[in-house]
């Protein structure tokens, strides 16, 4: 399992990756990770973008990994939960939105780290740009 988590602007963007063969206890222990640096970092408005790309999540509940990913979503400041997975299919992605804002969470699905920079910076006009870490 890969995984990188690190803020791409300080206290307001942070982008989480994982790819590989993910297991249930690594969802909850990665999840605990990314709300403590929301918690401790994180600014009144922040967005995460959470890359998926290459992860393998077969054998994983799929309802036990929602409940992990949920206290994510719910986190109260977060304002925006940007998935990067190119291969999820394109009626997938419309029903996660449209089931996900009903209750309230701001959620997109991009194919690459760079459409969700351009759609975060879009939405919101107060990001400044990050560094030179974004590829």
């Known amino acids: 399992m890969k995984t990188q988590l690190e803020w791409l602007i300080p206290g307001q963007l942070l982008y989480a990756a ?19 640096l929301l918690e401790q970092e994180g600014q009144d408005s922040v967005h995460l973008i959470w890359n998926m790309a290459g992860l393998n999540v ?18 109260p400041k977060l304002k925006w939960f940007v998935v990067v997975d190119q291969d999820m299919p394109s009626f997938r992605r419309w029903i996660a939105a449209i089931v996900l804002r009903l209750t309230g969470v701001h959620w997109q699905v991009v194919d690459s780290q760079e459409d969700a920079l351009a759609f975060l910076l879009q939405k919101d006009a107060t990001l400044s740009r990050p560094g030179e870490n974004l590829k």
């Open 18 to 36: 994982r790819s590989g063969p993910e297991s249930l206890v690594e969802l909850e222990t990665f999840t605990g990770k990314v709300i403590r």
């Open 58 to 75: 077969e054998g994983v509940d799929q309802r036990e990994a929602m409940i992990w990913l949920n206290k994510i979503m719910k986190y």
